[in-house]
């Protein structure tokens, strides 16, 4: 009896240790066709191929204005910190994959892009994280450990948001 008992108590200590190293590990598709790991941290994500890089992470609309006067910002801050930002904008106003291809031809931009429905997980969780109410444009600062340390809605200057990388950067 001492054995069976004892062999339980093992057992459901392994299934409790496994299951709190299990890590909720999600995933997106850009408009080229890339995919992307991102997994969850106990306070933000690591993306794939975005690690010790800041992460400016947006949710965005393709009519909204304050959305549109915030694309060339993060061109140009894309430009400007290629080496240690990344930006990634979900597009949450339903354009389709090729609809959103060309939207990002069109307005020249030099970051990731992707749609709500190639990200939706990613969208979900940092929605219920965040308590998003769908506001738009929506940013989300992640540093390079992958701790988010900023997420608001409305349209940020490019001079607020230089300020964020460089604090972001200490």
């Given at each position: 009896?001492?054995?069976?008992?004892?062999?339980?108590?093992?057992?459901?200590?392994?299934l409790t240790f496994s299951q709190a190293e299990t890590k909720n590990i999600m995933s997106f598709t850009d408009?080229?066709?890339?995919?992307?790991?991102?997994?969850?941290?106990?306070?933000?994500?690591?993306?794939?191929?975005?690690?010790?890089?800041?992460?400016?992470?947006?949710?965005?609309?393709?009519?909204?204005?304050?959305?549109?006067?915030?694309?060339?910002?993060?061109?140009?801050?894309?430009?400007?910190?290629?080496?240690?930002?990344?930006?990634?904008?979900?597009?949450?106003q339903g354009l389709s994959n090729s609809n959103l291809k060309s939207f990002v031809k069109a307005k020249g931009?030099?970051?990731?892009?992707?749609?709500?429905?190639?990200?939706?997980?990613?969208?979900?969780?940092?929605?219920?994280?965040?308590?998003?109410?769908?506001?738009?444009?929506?940013?989300?600062?992640?540093?390079?450990?992958?701790?988010?340390?900023?997420?608001?809605?409305?349209?940020?200057?490019?001079?607020?948001?230089?300020?964020?990388?460089?604090?972001?950067?200490?």
């Amino acid at each position: 009896m001492k054995k069976i008992l004892a062999s339980a108590i093992l057992l459901l200590s392994i299934l409790t240790f496994s299951q709190a190293e299990t890590k909720n590990i999600m995933s997106f598709t850009d408009v080229s066709g890339k995919s992307y790991s991102v997994e969850e941290l106990k306070e933000g994500l690591k993306i794939e191929g975005a690690e010790g890089k800041i992460v400016f992470l947006e949710f965005f609309g393709h009519r909204c204005p304050p959305c549109l006067k915030t694309i060339p910002h993060l061109v140009e801050l894309q430009k400007k910190y290629k080496d240690r930002l990344k930006v990634i904008a979900i597009e949450v106003q339903g354009l389709s994959n090729s609809n959103l291809k060309s939207f990002v031809k069109a307005k020249g931009i030099n970051y990731t892009v992707a749609t709500m429905k190639d990200a939706n997980e990613v969208l979900e969780h940092v929605s219920a994280k965040a308590q998003w109410q769908g506001s738009i444009p929506f940013m989300v600062a992640i540093d390079k450990k992958g701790t988010v340390t900023f997420a608001q809605a409305g349209m940020l200057p490019q001079s607020y948001l230089e300020k964020l990388i460089a604090d972001m950067e200490k």
